[in-house]
């Protein structure tokens, strides 16, 4: 049953069954939630990385090779990005960042895990990521630069879609 196939994070409270007469739409969809309605909803907590994206992140051949903001429906940024609810992506940290064609088509399909995942984002349509030192942008690479910095008793400040996290060696 649904309790059993629920997805990863998914906590199923309650399973009820209602009858209704056919209505005639074909297909599946999640139509946008309706503007100044009251709002009523769990707000599911960030989540780690799974391991579908972290082999997609480690994979030379995939297109999100690399991207260190790669989310998908069980995995990645929910409490720390959200604005106000319903959890749509216009009310969260990612309004600004408009999906590119090969995001919307996983984000609108029904078979894909990005299917309505908020953040879903890649490295043509998504945030990135810089290194600033004293306020003047770093070359090369930046995730190797905070790592000599941190071994060398430094802090740094990393600043997500979700907030600011301080990274040293204690």
Do not use: W
């Not at 994070?9 to 056919?22: D, G, I, N, R």
């Not at 969809?29 to 780690?48: C, E, H, K, M, N």
């Not at 940290?93 to 895990?113: I, K, N, Q």
């Not at 043509?124 to 942008?137: E, M």
């Amino acid at each position: 049953g649904v309790r059993a196939e629920a997805p990863l994070a998914a906590s199923v409270t309650a399973v009820t069954f209602e009858e209704l007469s056919p209505t005639g739409e074909q297909g599946f969809q999640i139509l946008p939630s309706p503007a100044g309605t009251l709002a009523r909803t769990l707000v599911s907590p960030d989540l780690a990385v799974c391991a579908d994206c972290r082999r997609e992140i480690l994979s030379a051949e995939n297109r999100r090779y690399g991207y260190a903001f790669t989310n998908c429906t069980n995995c990645g940024p929910r409490y720390s990005i959200i604005r106000g609810v319903p959890y749509d992506r216009p009310l969260t940290s990612m309004a600004p960042f408009r999906m590119c064609p090969a995001c919307g088509r996983e984000y609108d399909d029904p078979a894909d895990r990005r299917f309505h995942a908020q953040p879903n984002a890649c490295a043509v349509c998504g945030p990135s990521y810089r290194l600033l030192v004293d306020g003047a942008v770093e070359e090369g690479d930046p995730l190797a630069r905070a790592r000599e910095i941190v071994a060398a008793g430094g802090i740094v400040a990393i600043k997500g879609i979700g907030g600011y996290h301080l990274a040293c060696d204690a």
